[in-house]
């Protein structure tokens, strides 16, 4: 099942595609060019035949940094050949890859085989020019080629951009076949991996191979025997047995690891902070059972799949053999919800959360020291597997407008600024002590640095100089400290520190965090006017037909709405593919307009880092049975193959009285949880201000049903559970 032919991502290819010529001349199954740099020559090898070629005094390397290449003319049974190459040597030694003996780190992203004009991959090079000069404007340096080989026209661009390549065997032996296991599928790997050096090994951009993604079977035994191979067959480039996610076994044959287990945020246990890292789970990996640590370089498997909503604008771009069916499906699925004109929102609101998702995570992977680098799924969405929208590209590899090249390039580049603050959420009582280090992985050292920082929303503005002078080649290079009390915070504030470093040439990178700041101590209003509880019972009843106001706190109270799970970071790959795996929701929309948070609560339009104490794990309302046009202004955002109309507040006026009801908890342990205390405290204002009038009607049945009706059951699935959850581990 490789990307290059699936049903998930292509049609027919029915055979032959790009130029197709017959040709009088020999054939020509194998093309190397081993460079010699300290002999000042190369050796072009055509099929049997080996030339001995002068390189010239001034040859330079090719590198990301300088993507050189030659061209060499050789005469094979009198037909001139052409061979364009780079001169480069790429080794490890221990956990770290080096290029002609300069440390390198990969910043990659898969490529899926996902092409919807023509159904199958581009043949010429300025397509794939394209792609990789944008994987270039958004930091990357390095691309892993998802279980397929791409043409000669890729290899030739990555050439020119200076992309590190890792192609794969062409094969994804988990479904229907197995590695050594008596299939055919055996032979043919190990014939066809060869074939694929032979055709495509003089290309400096092909640095590193592995058979395929995540094998069944003896799989283990298989790849350590296709590694020593493959060592012997080709010593010019680095190998890994295949590309698995953290279930799958330890293969110790391996020269690099393309491996699960040390991605992800931790943030449905615990509070959003970006002072951990990936350490543990490098230096002893899941199923690694030595003693001894790890001491090869492993690459971060597939990291992100964080997802945002569908940009039903990207419709009209399906403009060849393919049509965004699945994207009008979930148009219509968003209009029968009453949610049309909501569209573009979601994109915001859940984008913003994606982008954020993956900036915390990219800045994990390069603050953890020994980590060789990590492999994005992806930049860009992937159109298979139930629709896959994990990237801040569209699958056209376009922007979808919520995230820029320079806002990902911020912790995604050569230079990255890092702060390690062990939270977000602070008190007036507290003081800011943030270590700042530097990510350097660029062609060579720094002189003459200044490293600066602004603090902003704290009042008047702040800046500061760091200690740091020079920038070597390296990880966790260390800048300083930002110290700032936080005593002059009055009221709740959003902050912002940028760090930014500047060198003779001008600015060479920022990267920026926020932050929010509360009053340690909220006196919390007299609700003497309010009856709370947390449920619609006989008092609120009585209240309500009286012309009174009543809060119902009803976290974990509600069951119409119970059946849906919302953590805090959005749905991962999709539900649909992963059976409706929690969580349900991808972020929020947060109506930042409602007179409710200009009561004490100021709050972006989606749900950054101040509402993780809010939202993460808290139930949400199914407000199916509301009607048709009334949207919460705290509107968790549904899974896009379903999606229910969902909210956490709830205001209208129920016989002579006005209601308001939250299922975010605001009642429980308000001495520690800040934001929720200063959430109580801003809806008690709120219902006490003049702006608290409802423009809903609804009778007192609507309401009550919300603690009572439970909606049915979603089946979206088959019963027959994708490979990727049920990996055979071989140890």
């Not at 010699?36 to 390189?55: C, F, H, K, M, T």
């Not at 009390?485 to 709740?492: H, N, R, Y």
Request: proline share 6%.
């Amino acid at each position: 099942d490789s990307h290059s032919v699936t049903d998930q991502t292509q049609g027919n290819w029915n055979g032959i595609v790009g130029t197709i010529e017959l040709r009088s001349a020999p054939v020509i199954h194998r093309v190397r060019a081993v460079p010699d740099v300290a002999a000042g020559v190369v050796r072009i090898e055509v099929n049997e035949a080996s030339y001995q070629l002068p390189l010239g005094k001034d040859t330079c390397r090719w590198s990301e940094f300088n993507p050189q290449l030659y061209t060499r003319t050789v005469d094979y049974q009198g037909t001139p050949v052409e061979v364009t190459f780079g001169i480069r040597d790429i080794r490890i030694e221990g956990p770290q890859f080096y290029l002609n003996d300069h440390p390198i780190w990969l910043r990659g992203t898969l490529e899926n085989c996902c092409f919807p004009e023509t159904g199958y991959a581009p043949m010429d090079v300025a397509a794939w020019q394209r792609v990789f000069e944008k994987c270039r404007e958004y930091g990357l340096n390095h691309v892993r080629f998802h279980s397929w080989c791409p043409p000669e026209a890729a290899f030739a661009a990555a050439d020119r951009v200076g992309i590190y390549l890792q192609p794969e065997g062409p094969s994804w032996p988990n479904h229907g076949v197995r590695l050594r296991a008596g299939q055919y599928v055996d032979t043919y790997l190990m014939d066809e991996t060869k074939r694929i050096i032979d055709t495509y090994g003089h290309h400096p951009s092909f640095v590193m191979f592995a058979l395929g993604n995540e094998p069944a079977g003896r799989w283990v035994e298989y790849c350590n025997d296709w590694v020593s191979e493959m060592m012997a067959y080709d010593s010019t480039r680095v190998y890994c047995g295949a590309s698995v996610g953290g279930g799958w076994a330890w293969d110790n044959g391996s020269q690099f690891h393309v491996k699960g287990g040390g991605r992800g945020l931790n943030w449905t246990s615990r509070a959003p902070q970006c002072a951990d890292d990936y350490l543990a789970d490098i230096t002893f990996p899941r199923h690694y059972y030595d003693t001894i640590p790890n001491n090869t370089p492993i690459i971060a498997h597939e990291q992100g799949q964080w997802c945002a909503f569908p940009d039903l604008k990207e419709i009209p771009q399906y403009t060849g053999a393919y049509k965004a069916r699945n994207f009008e499906i979930f148009r219509d699925l968003l209009a029968d919800a009453g949610m049309a004109h909501r569209a573009e929102a979601f994109l915001q609101a859940s984008g913003k959360l994606q982008a954020m998702a993956y900036k915390f995570e990219n800045e994990r992977n390069l603050r953890t020291p020994g980590y060789a680098g990590f492999q994005l799924l992806g930049l860009n969405d992937y159109s298979g597997q139930g629709s896959a929208l994990v990237g801040v590209l569209n699958v056209h590899w376009r922007e979808k407008g919520y995230c820029t090249a320079d806002d990902w390039r911020e912790s995604c580049s050569s230079v990255v600024p890092l702060a390690r603050f062990p939270k977000f959420v602070y008190t007036d009582t507290e003081q800011l002590d943030i270590p700042i280090e530097v990510y350097h992985a660029g062609a060579a050292p720094i002189d003459k640095v200044q490293c600066t920082y602004r603090l902003s929303g704290l009042g008047e503005e702040i800046v500061g100089r760091l200690p740091l002078r020079s920038l070597p080649v390296g990880k966790n290079i260390s800048a300083g400290f930002v110290v700032q009390p936080l005593a002059s915070i009055s009221t709740p504030a959003k902050a912002t520190l940028t760090v930014t470093i500047n060198a003779e040439g001008g600015e060479v990178a920022r990267n920026h965090w926020d932050f929010w700041v509360y009053p340690d101590s909220c006196v919390m209003p007299a609700a003497d006017d309010i009856y709370i509880a947390d449920v619609l019972d006989a008092q609120a009843l009585t209240v309500l037909e009286q012309g009174g106001k009543v809060l119902l706190t009803s976290a974990g109270k509600v069951t119409y709405g119970s059946d849906i799970v919302q953590h805090y970071l959005p749905v991962f790959w999709n539900t649909s593919w992963f059976k409706m795996r929690p969580p349900h929701t991808t972020g929020a929309a947060i109506d930042a307009t409602h007179p409710l948070f200009a009561h004490g609560f100021p709050t972006d339009d989606w749900s950054n880092l101040n509402w993780w104490e809010l939202l993460n794990k808290a139930q949400v309302i199914n407000l199916s049975d509301f009607p048709a046009d009334y949207q919460s202004p705290i509107q968790p955002i549904d899974t896009w193959h379903i999606s229910r109309k969902l909210g956490m507040v709830v205001e209208a006026n129920v016989m002579s009285g006005k209601l308001l009801l939250t299922t975010m908890d605001i009642t429980r342990d308000l001495e520690r949880r800040v934001v929720a205390r200063q959430m109580r405290s801003a809806i008690l204002r709120y219902m006490q201000s003049t702006d608290f009038a409802p423009t809903l009607t609804v009778s007192p049945e609507v309401i009550a049903d919300l603690y009572t009706k439970q909606a049915p059951r979603v089946d979206m699935y088959t019963n027959g559970s994708p490979d990727e959850l049920k990996p055979a581990i071989v140890r």
